[in-house]
């Protein structure tokens, strides 16, 4: 996943935040279960799909109705695909994989394993077999920041073509996890999201699905460049839980609506809203960083040379304080290229394995 370039040059202005939400009558949501007495949702945003995924994503963290890490990047992708998603579809899918995961786990006689599930996934999702119709699920080298097709990095994509970065294969691992009540855990890395779970000794393995291998915290700290403060501060290597990791899929939520509709206050809200629940979020710092500061010089060209206003003066302070705390968490910026470069040598290391 490419990492949001951080420009730290100073700026004078900042836009205003955005007017107060008001209400609207009750909404109808389409979530899974049935829903008594639903509070009214708060316009956030113009746009229906986009305004329908944040109010229920931020119901699912107030926990007013059940966590569903499956339900919340459903949401994010259909408000990118301006409802062009069918979620009944989407459940369907998801439902017969589930079914040859329970068929490999019975077929391996591994029931009694608690990494059983893991396993299946696995072996599914990197091994060519009579369950995957003989296709893995391999890392699209075209196009895998998602530049030119932000939809890359969408797991409705990777279902459909069997092709992935490492924002979807993560993704499509944990809600099959999910579906099988099996443990696993996003964590991040420079640029990067991969899996872990606890093994049957009870430590923590680290899936790679970038190459399809199990990968050791060694290595992941030596190849990335992990730095020991970053470890620290916990914004690298921590499994999320289930909490942190919907959060972030209104992390997600914003940057779809920044590439369709351009930054606007909707995208921080998305923003601060992912960094109330999972505050060590650097990825969404990040983008936070960025997008206040295209703003600010959104402003600064349309405010001329007058004096800037007492909002436009706290809007940059919150800039400030934003670039403060990134610091204070010991990020190192990577380059792009230089995860570019990464991204090659692990696909070839799984080449001489291979072999």
């Given at each position: 996943m490419k990492q949001i370039l951080l420009i730290t040059s100073l700026i004078t202005f900042l836009v205003s935040c955005s007017e107060k939400a008001e209400e609207i009558g009750k909404t109808e949501l389409k979530t899974v279960e049935n829903?008594?007495?639903?509070?009214?949702?708060?316009?956030?945003?113009?746009?229906?799909?986009?305004?329908?995924?944040?109010?229920?994503?931020?119901?699912?963290?107030?926990?007013?109705?059940?966590?569903?890490?499956?339900?919340?990047?459903?949401?994010?992708?259909?408000?990118?695909?301006?409802?062009?998603?069918?979620?009944?579809?989407?459940?369907?899918?998801?439902?017969?994989?589930?079914?040859?995961?329970?068929?490999?786990?019975?077929?391996?006689?591994?029931?009694?394993?608690?990494?059983?599930?893991?396993?299946?996934?696995?072996?599914?999702?990197?091994?060519?077999?009579?369950?995957?119709?003989?296709?893995?699920?391999?890392?699209?080298f075209a196009d895998f920041y998602g530049e030119s097709d932000w939809e890359q990095q969408f797991v409705t994509k990777l279902m459909r073509i069997q092709k992935g970065n490492c924002h979807s294969l993560p993704f499509y691992y944990k809600i099959l996890a999910d579906e099988l009540n099996t443990s696993a855990h996003l964590a991040f890395a420079p640029n990067h999201i991969y899996v872990k779970h606890l093994g049957e000794d009870n430590k923590w393995v680290n899936v790679e699905l970038t190459n399809g291998n199990l990968s050791t915290d060694a290595w992941l700290i030596s190849s990335m460049g992990i730095s020991a403060e970053a470890i620290q501060k916990q914004i690298y290597m921590e499994a999320l839980d289930l909490k942190e990791s919907i959060a972030y899929c209104l992390t997600d939520l914003g940057g779809g609506y920044i590439r369709k509709f351009g930054e606007d206050d909707f995208a921080i809200l998305c923003f601060d809203k992912t960094l109330e629940y999972y505050p060590n979020s650097i990825h969404t710092l990040m983008y936070k960083s960025n997008s206040l500061r295209k703003l600010g010089l959104k402003a600064q060209k349309k405010h001329g040379n007058q004096s800037p206003t007492a909002q436009m003066k706290a809007d940059y302070e919150v800039f400030q304080e934003t670039q403060q705390i990134i610091e204070s968490l010991g990020y190192r910026e990577m380059p792009s290229d230089k995860y570019e470069n990464w991204v090659k040598s692990v696909e070839a290391e799984k080449a001489k394995t291979t072999k």
């Open positions: 829903l008594v007495n639903i509070e009214k949702d708060t316009i956030v945003t113009q746009n229906s799909f986009y305004n329908e995924a944040f109010n229920e994503i931020t119901k699912m963290l107030e926990e007013k109705i059940s966590m569903d890490f499956k339900r919340a990047v459903f949401l994010t992708e259909n408000a990118y695909s301006q409802g062009n998603l069918d979620y009944s579809d989407f459940c369907k899918e998801l439902d017969k994989t589930t079914l040859k995961l329970k068929s490999i786990i019975k077929t391996k006689g591994i029931e009694n394993f608690k990494t059983a599930g893991n396993y299946a996934i696995y072996e599914y999702m990197t091994k060519p077999s009579s369950y995957n119709d003989f296709k893995t699920c391999t890392y699209d």
